[in-house]
Every structure is written in C-alpha cells, then in structure tokens.
C-alpha cells in the first residue's frame, strides 16, 4: 500500500512564498509521474503541476512562472516552489503521484491561505 504525506501549507500575505512537499511511502517500485492539484471552495479540483519521471514540468497557465515543481527519485517526494502568491490561490492542495495504469493515489491535502 502507498501512502503520501504532504506537509508546508499555511498562511501566508499576497506576495509571499511557500514550499510544499509530499513524501510516498510503501511498496513503490517506480513513480512515473507526481504532481499537484488544488480545490477551492465551492470549485473542482483543478491541475496546478506535474512533473513526469524525465523532469518534464507541466503547470497551469494560472501558475506558470510563480510555481516551481521539481522531484527526488532517490526519496519519492515531490516538491512545489510556490512565490508571488495570490489570494486566488488559496485552496486545498493534494499531492498524487501515478505508478502505472489505474495505479494512482492521492494525499490527504494541505491549505493553502492567502490573505491578500
């Protein structure tokens, strides 16, 4: 079984920084691709970043050039460099990675409040 484990939300002023992380643990043999997605209240869960095993980075046009996602292969965690924050961006963010076909998982979600 996998489990993720996210951690870096909080507070934080518009115009600000934060840094997520999300560690997989279990029997992981391979992680092809890791990303994050938000949900706002009221809104569907929407793609922020993914990063694919070859580093490719793929973002939403709203994050691109303020987010930053990168990956540890050697540790399974994926990270995302949040910077100039929004108060647009507050929201709940789940980390999900995908292992093979069918084989994805979600994590529990860390907030994310921006007070502007």
């Known amino acids: 079984q996998v489990q993720l484990v996210e951690s870096g939300g909080g507070l934080v002023q518009a115009g600000g920084s934060l840094t997520l992380s999300c560690a997989a643990s279990?029997?992981?043999?391979?992680?092809?691709?890791m990303g994050w997605y938000r949900q706002a209240p009221g809104k569907q869960r929407e793609l922020v970043a993914t990063i694919t095993l070859g580093n490719n980075g793929n973002y939403a046009d709203s994050v691109k050039g303020r987010f930053t996602i990168s990956r540890d292969g050697a540790k399974n965690v994926v990270y995302l460099q949040m910077n100039t924050l929004k108060p647009e961006d507050t929201a709940v963010y789940f980390c999900?990675?995908?292992?093979?076909?069918?084989?994805?998982?979600w994590g529990q979600g860390t907030q994310v409040t921006v007070s502007s």
């Open positions: 279990g029997t992981i043999f391979r992680i092809n691709t």
């Open positions: 999900h990675i995908l292992r093979g076909p069918g084989e994805g998982t």
